[in-house]
Structure formats: C-alpha cells, structure tokens
C-alpha cells in the first residue's frame, strides 16, 4: 500500500507561483513512477507530467516551460513547481504513484489551486 498526501494548494494570481508537494509512505519510495494530473471543474482529469524512477521527467506541451516536476527520495516527496501560472491552470491536482511490483497505481485526495485576479 502507498499512502499519498498533496500539499501546497491556495488561490494565487495570473503570472504567480506555487510549488506543490506529494508526501508517499508506505512504499519504496524510489522505485515508483509518479505523476502529477489536474482536473477543472466539469472537466475530466488530465496528465501533467510524470518523474521516472530514474529521475527522467516529460511535461504536457500546455505547462513545459512554466511548470516543472521533481522529486526527492530522502524525502520521499514529489514536487510541482508551477511558474507564470494562468486562470486556465486552476484545476485539483492530484498526484499518482505507479508500483512496478506490484503494477499498481495508488492517487492522493488532491489540492486545489485556484488562479485569478
């Protein structure tokens, strides 16, 4: 079982910034592949971007450049860095962890970020 926490959420305005953070326990941490999604309101849920087990990262087209996801594995956390944020990225976002033993994916509850003037 993995066990995921996100954190960082809050209302900011356009061209602002927050860094998101998702905690995991319960596993070993560095051998999960973990990703980040959000979903507007009304809207389905989409991939953000993802951070191999090896460090590798690749972003949505709509978010490279501005946003940047990162992991630490003493920490056992996950980060999005998010950079000239704009109204279209308000969204929840949740972060997911995908267990190569096991070929399971676990998701965390989400945090809301809101961007707005």
């Known amino acids: 079982q993995v066990q995921l926490v996100e954190s960082g959420g809050g209302s900011v305005q356009p061209g602002g910034s927050l860094r998101l953070s998702c905690a995991a326990s319960g596993s070993d941490f560095s051998a999960l592949v973990m990703k980040w999604h959000r979903q507007a309101p009304g809207k389905q849920r989409d991939w953000v971007a993802t951070?191999?087990?090896?460090?590798?990262?690749v972003h949505v087209d709509s978010v490279k450049g501005r946003f940047t996801i990162s992991r630490d594995n003493a920490k056992s956390t996950v980060y999005l860095q998010m950079d000239s944020l704009k109204p279209e990225d308000t969204a929840a976002y949740y972060c997911?962890?995908?267990?190569?033993?096991?070929?399971?994916?676990?998701w965390g509850k989400g945090t809301l970020v809101t961007v707005s003037s």
């Open positions: 951070v191999t087990s090896g460090g590798g990262t």
């Open positions: 997911s962890a995908w267990d190569p033993y096991s070929s399971i994916t676990y």
